[in-house]
T-cell receptor, first 108, second 115 residues
Framework: AQRVTQPEKLLSVFKGAPVELKCNYS??????LFWYVQYSRQRLQLLLR??SRESIKGFTADLNKGETSFHLKKPFAQEEDSAMYYC??????????FGRGTSLIVHP | GAGVSQSPSNKVTEKGKDVELRCDPI?????LYWYRQSLGQGLEFLIY????????KSGLPSDRFSAERTGGSVSTLTIQRTQQEDSAVYLC?????????????FGEGSRLTVL
């Protein structure tokens, strides 16, 4: 079975502060991990995936197989980063498993 | 179309009524997913269609829920005898990858409120 845990329902920071949204997964095989984001009144969309190893909107995420984690980080949060963030795992199943989501609020 | 299209965007119904939610995926996408999004519950998988294969219904919460996909394109999710706990946003997504999942493209969702 595959499982994704996002321990924080809500993360509140001030503009310019570093941000780390936590994601831990459970899967015995080789995982494919994603971060999806949903801005207010917009549809859910892909932010980044671990195989791309790219930085999107200043966000990065590194897969740590030893800690089974895929935390999302940004050194300096912006107000426009306020959104709902979902971590997702695609393992042997073709059905991605999503975490419960973390609501990020960036205060001015 | 430009993206995944869902209708209706909002549906208010009375307990016990049946509802149908429609999803029009991105043209050419063979994989189609239905998820349910509830506050604090994240995204709950409901059902998955891949081409002409039998759907994976393992996520459907009860036999009141069913879905079909006609002609490998448009999909309809039906909830019979709705209950208040069915209130949620129902999201449809499509994908072009046929093996391991790639990026899912989501619709804007259908918000269902059962009174």
């Amino acid at each position: 079975a595959q499982r994704v845990t996002q321990p924080e329902k809500l993360l509140s920071v001030f503009k310019g502060a570093p941000v780390e949204l936590k994601c831990n997964y459970s899967y015995s095989g080789s995982p494919e991990l994603f971060w999806y984001v949903q801005y207010s009144r917009q549809r859910l969309q892909l932010l980044l995936r671990h195989i791309s190893r790219e930085s999107i909107k200043g966000f990065t995420a590194d897969l740590n197989k030893g800690e089974t984690s895929f935390h999302l980080k940004k050194p300096f949060a912006q107000e426009e980063d306020s959104a709902m963030y979902y971590c997702a795992l695609s393992g042997g199943s073709y059905i991605p498993t999503f975490g419960r989501g973390t609501s990020l609020i960036v205060h001015p | 179309g430009a993206g995944v299209s869902q209708s209706p965007s909002n549906k208010v119904t009375e307990k016990g009524k049946d509802v149908e939610l429609r999803c029009d995926p991105i043209s050419g996408h063979t994989a189609l997913y239905w998820y349910r999004q509830s506050l604090g519950q994240g995204l709950e998988f409901l059902i998955y269609f891949q081409g002409n294969s039998a759907p994976d219904k393992s996520g459907l919460p009860s036999d009141r829920f069913s879905a079909e996909r006609t002609g490998g394109s448009v999909s309809t999710l039906t909830i019979q005898r709705t209950q208040q706990e069915d209130s949620a946003v129902y999201l449809c997504a499509s994908s072009s990858k046929t093996e391991n999942t790639g990026e899912l493209f989501f619709g804007e969702g259908s918000r269902l409120t059962v009174l």
